[in-house]
C-alpha cells in the first residue's frame, strides 16, 4: 500500500521554528492530496493544511501568516514550516494522504512548545 514517515518534531521555543517533513513510498500513484492535521491532548483531532496535486495550498484559519505547506513531487514529500509557534500549537502533528478512496495516516511527530 502506501507509508507515510513523519520526522522534524521536537521541542522549541515559544516564537520558535520547525519544519516538519513527511516521506511517502510503497504505492503513490493517484495521490490526490497531502496535508497535515494535529491532535492537542483532550482535543479532536484538527486539520492544519493541505495541498493538492496541483499544488494550490490552504490553510487552517490559525495557521494562516505562520505556517506553509509545500511539497517535493520528485521524492512524493510534503513539508510543513511552522513559524512564530505558541504554545497553543503543542500537538501531535499527523501527516495526512488521500490516494483515490482511501486515506492514509503517518504516526505521528510530537511538537511541543514552550513557554
Known amino acids: 500500500q502506501l507509508q507515510l514517515v513523519e520526522s522534524g518534531g521536537g521541542l522549541v521555543q515559544d516564537g520558535g521554528s520547525l519544519r516538519l517533513s513527511c516521506a511517502a513510498s510503497?504505492?503513490?500513484?493517484?495521490?490526490?492530496?497531502m496535508g497535515w492535521y494535529r491532535q492537542a491532548p483532550g482535543k479532536q483531532r484538527e486539520w492544519v493544511a493541505s495541498i493538492t496535486r496541483d499544488g494550490s495550498t490552504n490553510y487552517a484559519d490559525y495557521a494562516k501568516g505562520r505556517f506553509t505547506i509545500s511539497r517535493d513531487n520528485a521524492k512524493i514529500t510534503v513539508y510543513l514550516q511552522m513559524n512564530s509557534l505558541k504554545p497553543e500549537d503543542t500537538a501531535v502533528y499527523y501527516c495526512?494522504?488521500?490516494?483515490?478512496?482511501?486515506?492514509?495516516w503517518g504516526q505521528g511527530t510530537q511538537v511541543t512548545v514552550s513557554s
Open positions: 495526512n494522504v488521500r490516494q483515490m478512496s482511501l486515506t492514509y
Open positions: 510503497g504505492r503513490i500513484s493517484a495521490i490526490n492530496a
